[in-house]
């Protein structure tokens, strides 16, 4: 069995967290900016099995079991948004619904 | 006798809430008869607490009366307590009569004025908070009474507010006197300090013992003291007011200069004249203050065309009189030109009060003329008042209680010279303006007719203070002739004796000056103002007696050094510059809040790129630390 550091596997969990956060930035379709979150969190709950299995503990698995749920109910939320976002304004554009703000006074 | 005592000041209160929460309902004759009779029953509790105060053994005693304790807390205890000694049975004597005879004279000259009744409510509390400031065993309470009969003043000064002249008037009497009560509060607070009480008594039991004579803190406190009664007492430098205080109808000027208000820093000082002893160069001051005083306001008396103007200018020359003999450390002489002054002046006023109401309200003296047929009895009685005034030898009270303060100027240890000249001259002048006030409102012709003869209500006051006016000087005759000395014995045990210097010229010497100096007097203004000789030239500079007329210019320099740049400040300030700060911190947050809202523009990416550089910037600086 080839044993892998854990700053290998820290890095790996590290690269995943940065591809979902560039996607995050870059995309503007809102689907994929919610899927980019979906990796994001992958990435962390990976982080915690990671340290869960170095140290020998459960810690880590029932943490990640707990970002599955909050991500589930995260994604159920975030499409259930995107629908009525799609009914409203007939686009997925995140950039394009910004009416969300502070009316200019100056 | 001691549960009286409350009753004395108390029943004029009594009057004046009854006619304040009552007086809608009331007619005007049941709050004449009210507010009359409650000061008349309090003249004949002090009349009866008088006789049974004679009747006592020793001169020294005195009625206490305890109505409630009005504080007491960390050691300090003040309550409303009441002490009736032989200087407050003077003042209370002097307040409760002169007041009822005012009062009762008040009901016919206010009977046409649609303010009836808030006139005698006014009154009543004056006379109240003046019976309070007299009969008070210590200085809270005393200083209680002190800012009663202060808004009292100011109440009566501006009775009739519809002219804002009238309430600039009370305004200025209320700000000048409140300056010397303000040093007054803060000589309080010196005595609280050094002694830990306010009980008057105490108070001058202590002070001898823990001050030596002229001792800094003696200085003070009696310095002081003095500002607080030469405040009330409207002498120099803050004798502006008193004139000014004429806005208010006559029975008020009677009763503000005769009984209440004027008197209380004599009385002041009368009573902790321990204090004042304990710090000799005060005590110089209190005569040279007396002296000055006594003669500016003369002068200016001298040249006023307005009956009350000149009246007011001599209650103050003659409360000058009165700081002199307090000066010299003649007490009782003091205390009995005091009384004998309220006699005379409330005369005065009434009937100068009946002439002005009965001529239309016409002020000005050289309009008037003649009156001495068409109105007999207020004549007579003027005449007296100016004669007991003027001091005219022998018939008249004022020339044994003047006589005794001149006397003691000269020759008492703490006397002048000079203090006598100014006093002697001064004597010259009272005569002078006075009889040319005399000569130049009831002789000559008859100018303008007056409306109608008084009637029996003005009648009978002005005809027993006249009486008083002549007799009432009989009670304390000099040590040369009668020796009778029924006055200072009843004060002499609360007062230490006068002390004369060795080489004391005779008494009958002064007497016979004082008396050719007061007819002198008379046969002067009897040759100006009845005769109409020409003035000599010299005496006659329009310039100088446009200045006396204005009161010596202190309206003038009070004018420049403190109201003009009061205003000023206020000019400048009308925006106000502190509020600007306040204003500028404001308005800074709402600009940054404008500058930061801008961020906020509802694009979502914006957001998250913030707060991913934020975290790499924060992670850096942690990774770095």
């Not at chain 2, 309070?132 to 002190?146: E, K, P, S, T």
């Not at chain 2, 109105?375 to 009270?397: D, E, Q, R």
């Amino acid at each position: 069995m080839v044993t892998i550091s854990m700053e290998i596997q820290l890095l790996f969990a590290g690269m995943i967290f940065l591809i979902g956060l560039v996607g995050f930035l870059v995309r503007r379709n809102v689907i994929f900016m919610l899927l980019s979150i979906e990796i994001m969190l992958n990435s962390a709950g990976l982080a915690f099995v990671i340290a869960g299995s170095h140290w020998m503990q459960t810690d880590g698995q029932v943490m990640f079991i707990f970002i599955l749920t909050v991500s589930a109910a995260e994604v159920s939320v975030g499409l259930a948004l995107i629908l009525q976002m799609y009914n409203h304004f007939r686009t997925l554009d995140a950039d394009s619904i910004s009416k969300l703000r502070d009316k200019k006074v100056i | 006798m001691e549960a009286y005592i409350g009753l004395i000041p108390g029943l004029p209160v009594l009057s004046f809430l009854m006619i304040v929460f009552l007086g809608r309902i009331m007619s005007r004759r049941a709050i004449a008869i009210i507010a009359v009779g409650s000061v008349c029953f309090s003249a004949i509790l002090t009349i009866m607490a008088g006789i049974s105060f004679i009747n006592a053994d020793s001169g020294g005693t005195a009625f206490t009366s305890t109505l409630y304790t009005w504080m007491n807390a960390g050691g300090f205890s003040a309550g409303i307590t009441l002490k009736l000694d032989a200087l407050s049975l003077v003042f209370c004597f002097v307040i409760t009569f002169v007041g009822a005879l005012i009062h009762l004279y008040s009901v016919e000259f206010m009977q046409d004025d649609e303010g009836f009744s808030r006139f005698f409510a006014y009154m009543n509390l004056f006379v109240a908070s003046m019976l309070v400031l007299v009969l008070a065993d210590n200085l809270l309470l005393l200083y209680l009474g002190w800012e009663g009969v202060g808004l009292c003043s100011y109440l009566l000064i501006g009775f009739w507010y519809k002219d804002p002249e009238n309430n600039n008037a009370a305004r200025k009497a209320f700000i000048v006197t409140r300056i010397g009560d303000t040093f007054m509060i803060i000589g309080l607070f010196l005595l609280f300090i050094s002694f830990g009480t306010l009980d008057i008594d105490t108070l001058m039991q202590q002070a001898p013992v823990q001050w030596h004579s002229g001792s800094p803190l003696a200085v003070i406190s009696a310095l002081l003291l003095l500002g607080g009664a030469v405040g009330k007492s409207a002498q120099l430098p803050l004798q502006t007011w008193l004139p000014d205080a004429m806005a208010g109808p006559s029975p008020v000027s009677a009763l503000i200069h005769a009984a209440t208000m004027v008197t209380a820093g004599v009385y002041l000082i009368a009573r902790t004249h321990v204090l004042f002893s304990l710090a000799p160069a005060v005590q110089t001051l209190v005569a040279i203050i007396g002296a000055a005083t006594l003669l500016i306001a003369g002068f200016s008396a001298l040249n006023q065309h307005d009956l009350k103007r000149v009246l007011a200018y001599s209650t103050i020359s003659q409360i000058g009189y009165m700081f002199l003999a307090l000066g010299v450390g003649a007490w009782s002489a003091a205390i009995f030109h005091f009384m004998i002054h309220a006699f005379f002046k409330a005369l005065l006023f009434l009937a100068a009060g009946s002439v002005i109401l009965l001529l239309h309200e016409e002020h000005d003296m050289h309009k008037m003329g003649g009156l001495r047929k068409s109105m007999p009895l207020v004549f007579i009685t003027f005449l007296i008042g100016g004669a007991s005034l003027s001091a005219l030898p022998l018939i008249t009270a004022g020339f044994y209680s003047k006589d005794e303060i001149l006397w003691y100027s000269w020759s008492s240890v703490m006397g002048e010279k000079w203090l006598w000249l100014a006093g002697i001259a001064g004597a010259l002048i009272t005569s002078l303006y006075t009889f040319r006030m005399i000569f130049l409102t009831f002789f000559g012709e008859l100018k303008i007719e007056p409306k109608h003869k008084p009637g029996i209500l003005m009648g009978i006051p002005l005809a027993i203070l006249a009486f008083l006016s002549l007799t009432g000087g009989f009670i304390q005759l000099p040590e040369n002739f009668g020796h009778v000395h029924l006055f200072s014995n009843l004060l002499n045990p609360l007062f230490p004796d006068v002390r004369f210097t060795g080489e004391a010229l005779p008494e009958w010497l002064f007497q016979v000056i004082s008396a050719i100096i007061a007819l002198g007097g008379v046969w002067l203004a009897y040759h100006y103002y009845y005769k109409k000789r020409t003035i000599p030239d010299l005496f006659n500079q329009h310039r100088l007696n446009d200045f006396f007329y204005k009161g010596w210019g202190f309206d003038w320099l009070y004018d420049r050094l403190i109201v003009k740049p009061v205003e000023w400040v206020s000019t400048i300030n009308k925006n106000d510059v502190l509020d600007r700060i306040y204003t500028y911190i404001a308005q800074s947050t709402l600009f940054v809040n404008r500058l930061l809202s801008r961020s906020q523009n509802g694009r979502l990416r914006l957001y998250a790129l913030v707060f991913t550089a934020g975290l790499v910037i924060l992670l850096t600086i942690m990774l770095t630390l």
